[in-house]
C-alpha cells in the first residue's frame, strides 16, 4: 500500500499520542475501582498510536476520496441525486430544532411541530393525497408501511385471507417485491410491453379474486409515464385492489400532475431525492407514506395536528398500524426537505420538473447514436440506454461505469431496470448544467469510441482510482470489515 493509502494502523508507532488527558485528581487504579469488575477490558484496545496531526490529516485526506453531488456529476438513474442546497442545511441548524429533544413537552416544541404539520400539508398538496405520515426512514420503509396499511385494510373488509396478490411490473424497482414478499403477500409480476409501459392485456388476465393491488411508479423505472394509468386504475379498483405508488420518480411530475388525481390510493415518497435533503450511502433518508382519506385512520402514530390553541401529537388512533420508527421520523432530514420546498415554492417545483425532464431528454438525444436506445420515445426525467453494441465489442457496461470514474464522473445505475440488456440508466436532474451534461456526452462517446480502437482501456479501467477492481464477489462473501495486527 502506498504512503498516501495507508490504514491509519499502519501509521501508527508505538508511544505517540492524539491527546492526553491530565495526570491529576483520579488515577487509571482508581478509576477502575469506579467500574464494575464485569465491565472492565481484559486487554487494551487495538487502537492506532498517532499524533494529533496525522489524525486529522489522514481523516482530511480520507474525506477527498469520496464522491457527492457536491463533487461532480452523479448521474444515478432512479436516485435522482441532485444539489441539496445549502440552505437547507442552515435551516436544520437553528438551534430552536437542533437543541430540542422528542421527549420534551409538546407545549416547549410548538415550532417543530408546526413544521411537521405544515410538511404534511405540502405533501397533500403536492400528491394529491389525504394524509401522510412522516415516520418511515426511507423509501423502502415507506413501502412496507403502505404495504401493511393494505394488508390492515384487507382485514378490516374481511377479505385478507382471499387476496394475498400483490402485482408488479417487471421494470419495478427491487425494493417494490421485496417489500410486497415481507408484509406476506405474493408477487405478481406483470411485463412491460414494446413501448416500455404496462401490458394491459397481461394485467387483466393477472387481475383477479386474489389482487390485493399494484405497485407502480410513474413514471416507471425506464423513465416513461404510464399513458394508460387511469385504465390500470380502473382495472384494479373494480377488482377490488389498492394502487401504490412508488414516489420515488416524483422529480419530473411535481406541479404537473398529482398521484392522488391518477387514482392511487397509498403512497411513499422520497424526501432525500425529490426534496433534496443529502443521501448517499445509506441514508439518512426518510419516506413519508401518504394516503388517502379514507384510509388515513391505518397511518403509523403519532400524527400532528392542530386545534385552536396548538399543535398536538394525535396517538389515539385505534386502527393505525402502529410505529415503523421512534418518535416522529428523521426530523432534521425533515426540516431540510421543508426548507427546500419554502424555498422553492410552487412555481420552482414545476420548473425543477420541467428542468428535470429537459435535461434527461437532452442527454438521450445526444447519446442515441452511440449508445442503443431500446425505447426511443420522450422520456421523463431519465432514460435507460443499452451496452449491447460496446458489449460485442468487448466492453460491458460495468468497463464503461469503471471507465467513467477515470473522469471523475460518478457511473450512471448499471444493469436495472433488468428487463434492458445491458442497461445504463440515466438521470441527470435538473441542478446540472448544459456544460455539464455536453461533456458527460464527450465522455461516453469518447468511451464508446474507445471499445471500438482499444477495448483494453475501458477492461482494465479505473486507472487513476485510489483502487483499481475489486473482487466483488469475494468482497460480498467475505467482507473483511475489521483490521486486524495480523493481517
Ligand atoms: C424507484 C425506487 N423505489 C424505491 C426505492 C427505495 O428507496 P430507499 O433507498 O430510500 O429505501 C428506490 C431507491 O433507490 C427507488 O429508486
Sequence with gaps: MSKENQL??????????????????????????????????????????????????????????????????????????????????????????S??????????????????YELEQKLVEI???????????????????????????????????QKTEIIVPDSAHGTNPASATMVGFEVREVESNERGLVDIGQLKELVGEKTAGIMLTNPNTLGLFEEDILKIAEIIHQAGGLLYYDGA????????????????????????????????????????????????????????????QRYVLDNDRPDSI???????????????????????????????????????????????TEYDLPFDRICKHEFVLSGSRQKEQGVSTADIAKRLLDFHIHPPTMYFPLIV?????????????????????????????EAQTNPQKAQNAPHNMVVGRLDETEAARSPKLRWHPEQ
Design 8 to 97: 491509519i494502523f499502519e501509521k501508527s508507532r508505538e508511544g505517540k499520542k492524539g491527546c492526553s488527558l491530565p495526570e491529576d485528581e483520579l488515577s487509571t487504579m482508581e478509576i477502575e475501582t469506579l467500574i464494575p469488575e464485569k465491565h472492565l477490558r481484559q486487554k487494551e484496545p487495538e487502537l492506532p498510536e498517532v499524533s494529533e496531526v496525522e489524525v486529522v490529516r489522514h481523516f482530511t485526506a480520507l474525506s477527498h476520496k469520496n464522491y457527492g453531488v457536491d463533487s461532480g456529476f452523479y448521474p444515478l438513474g432512479s436516485c435522482t441525486m441532485k444539489y441539496n442546497p445549502k440552505v437547507n442545511e442552515d435551516a436544520a441548524q437553528y438551534s430552536g430544532f
Design 99 to 116: 437543541e430540542t429533544h422528542p421527549h420534551q413537552p409538546q407545549k416547549m416544541v410548538q415550532g417543530n411541530l408546526k413544521l411537521l
Design 127 to 161: 400528491t394529491g393525497m389525504g394524509r401522510f405520515s412522516l415516520q418511515p426512514a426511507a423509501g423502502a420503509q415507506g413501502e412496507l408501511a403502505g404495504l401493511m396499511i393494505i394488508k390492515k385494510d384487507l382485514k378490516n373488509r374481511g377479505v385478507s385471507d
Design 249 to 308: 420518480n416524483l422529480n419530473p411530475i411535481m406541479g404537473k400532475v398529482r398521484p392522488g388525481d391518477m387514482g392511487f390510493d397509498i403512497i411513499h415518497l422520497n424526501l432525500h431525492k425529490t426534496f433534496s435533503t443529502p443521501h448517499g450511502g445509506g441514508g439518512p433518508g426518510s419516506g413519508p407514506v401518504g394516503v388517502t382519506e379514507e384510509l388515513a385512520r391505518y397511518l403509523p402514530l403519532p400524527l400532528v395536528e392542530k386545534n385552536e
Design 322 to 368: 402502529g410505529k415503523v420508527r421512534s418518535f416522529y421520523g428523521n426530523f432534521g432530514i425533515l426540516i431540510r426537505a421543508y426548507s427546500y420546498l419554502l424555498a422553492a415554492g410552487a412555481e420552482g417545483l414545476e420548473q425543477a420538473a420541467e428542468d428535470a425532464v429537459l435535461n434527461a431528454n437532452y442527454l438521450k438525444e445526444k447519446l442515441k
Design 421 to 449: 440488456d445491458e442497461a445504463i440508466m440515466v438521470e441527470p436532474t435538473e441542478t446540472e448544467s448544459k456544460e455539464t451534461l455536453d461533456h458527460f456526452v464527450e465522455v461516453m462517446n469518447q468511451i464508446s469510441r
